[in-house]
């Protein structure tokens, strides 16, 4: 029993060792940390040498990264920001939706597939990552561009988009039928959900902080260690809701982090709680899940199922890429400019490795269909910079890369 104790904390100590060296080298590429995460995982894990192992202490720690990752995610929103966005922003974010959903939905079904995987193709097409966006325009020096606002815009309203629906899809699933009457029971779950968490997060949980500080300020008794413990139940709360109503529990941890931003705390407070879930989510939890996701990759997909692969890798760059381009042409952005936030929009990352991960573990998408849609977000993400930075040297060429100075109205501020 004592060997297969010190077995697991070295499977444990080997994974986060490994993730940190080949995260920290991912990044000095110019690549996020979970791109080496996953290749950590892949070369080290079970597809290739199989030093690491899955174990059930992994998959515990790997689903509280998930929650903790959602929590973090929903922090970096403001709420107040999906209101203030112009509608070039609304335009992109819909039109890499719409068409990339619609375009993964069609070739599941044409495909033979049931609705349930061929509603996951459609989310994990429509998926796009924040975070990653934010990166690579830091990285590019593009933060002051019109295409920098929009681009970040689409995609803070596309993340919160695709997880609303992935909700409604996850209900749909779990009901197995089309029955209006399951699927109203469906909406009912779903809209009780967030009009509770809306009543909590905007009425209760300001009081919360509220009492806090003043226990705070005159009694000294509790802490910015207090603090944390008070989010992380909130936090734990929202996932609870979430689950009552037949959602996953990140649904909860995300809505969570969007009201723990808003909550009228003390700023520096706020800063020392958002520190800590950054550091446990990106430090310790958020690697474990990224290596342990590559543990379910099949490699076996680049010669069974080279061709479904090609087929949705083509649906993944034309649907967002084409989406994005035809919904800006409305507004007045250039079609060159356009185009090259639809290439910064092609990048998933996260949401989609997330969202397919919980496809395979709830036995909605088999372990074939996963591995690609985990190698569609490597791919996807890898080539944005490669991608974005052509985009910007034409856009610059023709003169048409727009300073937010000199945008009449910018939507977002940069």
């Known amino acids: 029993m004592v060997e297969a104790v010190g077995f697991d904390i070295l499977n444990l100590l080997l ?79 819909l039109g890499g939706f719409v068409v990339p959903f619609g375009l993964g939905y069609a070739a599941g079904a044409s495909l033979g597939l049931a609705v349930g995987p061929s509603l996951f193709i459609g989310i994990a097409m429509a998926a796009t990552s924040l975070a990653t966006k934010s990166r690579i ?54 809209l009780a959900f967030f009009a509770v968490a809306l009543v909590i997060g905007d009425r209760f949980l300001p009081v919360v902080w509220t009492r806090f500080e003043k226990l705070r300020e005159h009694y000294g008794f509790v802490d910015r260690t207090s603090a944390f413990t008070v989010a992380m139940v909130v936090a ?101 400019e356009g185009f090259v936030v639809g290439l910064g929009m092609n990048g998933r990352g996260t949401v989609e490795i997330i969202i397919a991960s919980i496809g395979l573990s709830a036995g909605i998408i088999n372990q074939q269909l996963f ?10 993400t890898a080539l944005v910079p490669v991608t974005m930075k052509w985009g910007v040297d034409w856009l610059e060429s023709v003169g048409e890369l727009v300073q937010m100075d000199d945008a009449e109205t910018p939507d977002v501020e940069a």
């Open 15 to 93: 994974v986060l060792a490994l993730a940190w060296v080949f995260g920290a080298f991912s990044e000095r590429l110019g690549y996020p940390a979970l791109m080496g995460e996953l290749l950590a995982g892949i070369v080290f894990g079970p597809p290739l040498l199989g030093l690491l192992h899955p174990a059930e202490e992994l998959d515990i720690l790997a689903e509280l990264g998930v929650f903790l990752l959602m929590l973090y995610v929903g922090m970096e929103v403001d709420i107040h920001d999906l209101f203030e966005l112009g509608t070039k922003s609304l335009l992109i974010a």
């Open 371 to 380: 591995s690609i849609l985990v190698f569609l977000a490597i791919l996807t």
């Open 236 to 336: 734990l709360l929202f996932a609870y809701l979430a689950d009552l109503a037949g959602l996953h529990m990140i649904i909860g941890g995300f809505i969570a982090g969007l009201f723990l931003r808003q909550a009228d705390l003390e700023p520096a407070l706020y800063d020392q709680v958002y520190d800590v879930i950054y550091d446990l989510a990106i430090g310790f939890f958020a690697p474990i899940f990224f290596v342990t996701v590559a543990f379910d990759l099949s490699l076996s997909v680049f010669s069974e199922d080279l061709g479904l692969l090609a087929l949705l890798t083509a649906i993944a760059f034309v649907g967002k890429i084409f989406g994005s381009w035809l919904f800006s042409l409305p507004t007045d952005l250039t079609s060159r």
């Open 137 to 190: 325009l830091v990285d590019l020096d593009l933060l002051d561009t019109r295409i920098a606002g929009v681009l970040l815009g689409g995609a803070l309203i596309s993340d919160v988009g695709v997880l609303v629906v992935f909700a409604g899809v996850i209900g749909f699933i779990e009901a197995g039928s089309v029955e209006p009457i399951a699927i109203a029971e469906i909406a009912g779950k779903a």
